[in-house]
C-alpha cells in the first residue's frame, strides 16, 4: 500500500493532461460552432479548389502563392463525401461551384473548415510540451489556457486557411529542434526533418520565421552559456552531417507534398524537383514588393506601415494578455532561473521582427505563431505563483488573486464576443473598431450570410451593396441582388457598407459622413433611407 503523501503527489501529476485535454475539447467546441454562423471568406474558396485539385487528379496548378498542405487537409471532408475537381480554369470559380448552395453549402463548408482542426491541436501540443520542458506541467496547463482562448488563434482555426497551419507546423519544427539540440541521434533528426518539410508545406513565411527564430535562439544560447562564435563554429562543424541530414528529408517531404513534380522554373531558367514550390516563393516575394492595400489608424497605403503590427496586436490582443506580457518579465526576474523563458520569447520576437519589413499587411494572421511563444513565456511566468505552497502574505495572496483575474479575463474576453473571433478587438478599440484596423482583422467578408438573412427575413428584394466578399451570390444561400449605388450620396432604400471597402478603398465615400443606423455582426453596416430622403436634407432616424 503506497504512503497518504505518494498518492497525493500521483493525483497533482494526473490533472495536468486531463486539464490540458479540456481546454483543447472547450476550444475545439468554440471553434466548431462558428462554421455554419460566417460565410466563406474572401480566400477560402481558392484554398478549397487548389486542395481538391491536388486530391482528385494528382496535379497542384491553381495560384501558387501558397503550399498545398493546409489546402489538401481543408479540402479533404469534402473530398470523402465524394466532391471532387471539375476543370475550371480559376480556382475562385471552382471554389464556388464545389461549395454550391444552401444546405449543401453548408455541409461543404463545414467540412472543410473541420479539415483545419488537427492543426489547432498540434499546436495546442506543441504549447504544452514546450512549457513543460522549461517549467513543468502547471506551466504547461497555464500557458494552454492562454493560447486555447485567444481570440486570434480561436478564429482562424476555423477557416480553410493557411494561417493555422503555419503556426502548428512553425511551433512543432522549433520545439523539435531544441530536442534536436539536446541530443541530435538519428530518430531526432528524422522527426526534426519531417516537422521542417511540413513547415515548408504550410506557408511561405515558415522559410522566413524559423531561421530568424533560430538565429536569435541560438545567439541567445550562446549569450548564457558564455561560448564563443569560434567554438560554435567548431559544434556547427561537428553536426553537418546530422544538419544535412535534416534539409534533405525537410527537402524530400517538400517534394511528397508537390506531388513528386519535376519542371522548368521560368525566372531561374532551371528544371527543379516541386518547380511550383519555387515559383510561388518567386510569387509571394513580388507580391511582398508590390506592396498590398492596407489600412491602420485612419490611413491607407498601398505598401503598408512599418508599425502595422504592433498596433494590430495592441487592439486584437486581449487586454488581459497584454497585462501579462508586460507583468512577465518582472514575475521571471524574481524566479530562481529568470532566464528560462527567454527561448520562446526570442521566437515571438523574431516573428515580430520579421514582419515589421512586410509590405502585406491585412491582418495579425500572419503573425499568428507568435501566440505560441507568448502564451508558453506567460505560462511559465505564472506557474510559481499557483505552485507555492504555504504562504499567506498579503502580498502573495494579491498577487495570487491578480493572476487569477487576469486569466479569468482573458477566458471571458473572448467568450463575450463569441462567435465573433474574426473581428475581436479589445475595449482598447471601443465600439468604433474600424478607426483602428479593418480588412481580416475586422471585416474578411465573412458577415454576408447574416446579412442576407436578416434582408430576406424583412422581404428585400434589393440593396446598395459593394461588398468586400464579392463571391458570396456565388456560393451560400439566397442574397437579395446588389447594385452598386452613388459612391458619393446615399440612395433611397437600403445601403449596406463593407467596412474594407470603405476604409481600405474608399467605397462608399459618404460612409463616414451618416449616423450608423445599425451593423450585421462585425464588419457591415446597414442603412434605410426613406423615397423622400435626399443628400444635403435633415439626417435620417435611426
Not at 373 to 382: D, I, P, R
Request: charged content about 15%; aromatic content about 12%; glycine content about 8%.
Amino acid at each position: 500500500m503506497k504512503p497518504h503523501g505518494d498518492v497525493s503527489i500521483t493525483r497533482r501529476i494526473r490533472w495536468q493532461p486531463l486539464a490540458a485535454a479540456l481546454l483543447v475539447l472547450a476550444g475545439s467546441i468554440r471553434i466548431i460552432s462558428t462554421y455554419t454562423v460566417f460565410n466563406h471568406t474572401v480566400d477560402e474558396p481558392d484554398h478549397l479548389a487548389a486542395g481538391m485539385e491536388w486530391l482528385s487528379v494528382g496535379k497542384y496548378r491553381y495560384e501558387d502563392q501558397h503550399p498545398p498542405l493546409a489546402r489538401v487537409f481543408g479540402a479533404l471532408g469534402p473530398f470523402i463525401i465524394g466532391e471532387r475537381w471539375h476543370p475550371v480554369p480559376k480556382s475562385h470559380l471552382e471554389g464556388y461551384r464545389i461549395l454550391g448552395h444552401g444546405s449543401h453549402y453548408d455541409r461543404v463548408l463545414s467540412l472543410g473548415r473541420i479539415g483545419i482542426l488537427p492543426f489547432f491541436w498540434i499546436a495546442s501540443i506543441v504549447v504544452y510540451l514546450w512549457a513543460d520542458r522549461i517549467a513543468g506541467r502547471t506551466a504547461a496547463v497555464l500557458a494552454l489556457l492562454l493560447f486555447t482562448t485567444q481570440p486570434t488563434v480561436l478564429a482562424h482555426s476555423g477557416l480553410i486557411t493557411t494561417d493555422m497551419a503555419v503556426t502548428a507546423c512553425t511551433g512543432a519544427a522549433i520545439l523539435a529542434s531544441l530536442f534536436w539540440a539536446e541530443k541530435p541521434n538519428r530518430r531526432r533528426s528524422v522527426l526534426f526533418g519531417v516537422l521542417l518539410g511540413l513547415a515548408f508545406l504550410s506557408k511561405f513565411s515558415a522559410l522566413v520565421f524559423l531561421p530568424a527564430a533560430w538565429l536569435i535562439m541560438y545567439v541567445c544560447h550562446l549569450i548564457l552559456t558564455r561560448r564563443g562564435l569560434r567554438e560554435a563554429g567548431r559544434e556547427i562543424t561537428k553536426r553537418r552531417n546530422t544538419i544535412a541530414l535534416i534539409l534533405a528529408i525537410s527537402f524530400f517531404v517538400v517534394w511528397a507534398g508537390y506531388l513528386f513534380s519535376f519542371g522548368r522554373i521560368d525566372f531561374l531558367h532551371l528544371r527543379l524537383p516541386a518547380p511550383r514550390f519555387f515559383s510561388g516563393l518567386h510569387t509571394v516575394w513580388n507580391h511582398n514588393v508590390q506592396g498590398h492595400p492596407s489600412y491602420l489608424l485612419g490611413r491607407r497605403s498601398p505598401t503598408g506601415f512599418r508599425y502595422y503590427y504592433f498596433v494590430a496586436l495592441a487592439v486584437k490582443t486581449p487586454v488581459a494578455m497584454l497585462a501579462l506580457a508586460f507583468w512577465m518579465p518582472l514575475l521571471l526576474y524574481r524566479t530562481q532561473n529568470p532566464l528560462r523563458a527567454v527561448m520562446p520569447i526570442a521566437f515571438s520576437l523574431a516573428i515580430l521582427l520579421v514582419v515589421m519589413m512586410s509590405r502585406i499587411n491585412i491582418g495579425v494572421r500572419h503573425i499568428l505563431p507568435l501566440h505560441i511563444g507568448l502564451s508558453v513565456a506567460c505560462g511559465v511566468a505564472l506557474a510559481p505563483i499557483f505552485e507555492r505552497q504555504r504562504e499567506h502574505t498579503i502580498g502573495k495572496a494579491f498577487e495570487t488573486m491578480l493572476a487569477i483575474s487576469l486569466l479569468a479575463c482573458c477566458i471571458m474576453s473572448g467568450v463575450l464576443q463569441h462567435p465573433d473571433y474574426i473581428a475581436y478587438t479589445n475595449l482598447l478599440a471601443g465600439h468604433r473598431p474600424e478607426r483602428f484596423v479593418a480588412d481580416s482583422d475586422l471585416d474578411w467578408g465573412q458577415d454576408m450570410k447574416r446579412l442576407g438573412t436578416l434582408l430576406n427575413e424583412r422581404g428585400v428584394t434589393a440593396l446598395r451593396f459593394v461588398p468586400f466578399n464579392t463571391t458570396y451570390p456565388f456560393a451560400g444561400h439566397e442574397f437579395p441582388h446588389m447594385f452598386p449605388g452613388d459612391p458619393n450620396h446615399p440612395s433611397p432604400g437600403w445601403n449596406a457598407v463593407s467596412i474594407t471597402m470603405w476604409k481600405v478603398f474608399g467605397v462608399p465615400a459618404w460612409a463616414g459622413a451618416v449616423p450608423e443606423q445599425r451593423r450585421v455582426g462585425k464588419s457591415i453596416l446597414l442603412w434605410y433611407f426613406p423615397e423622400s430622403y435626399h443628400p444635403g436634407a435633415e439626417r435620417p432616424s435611426r
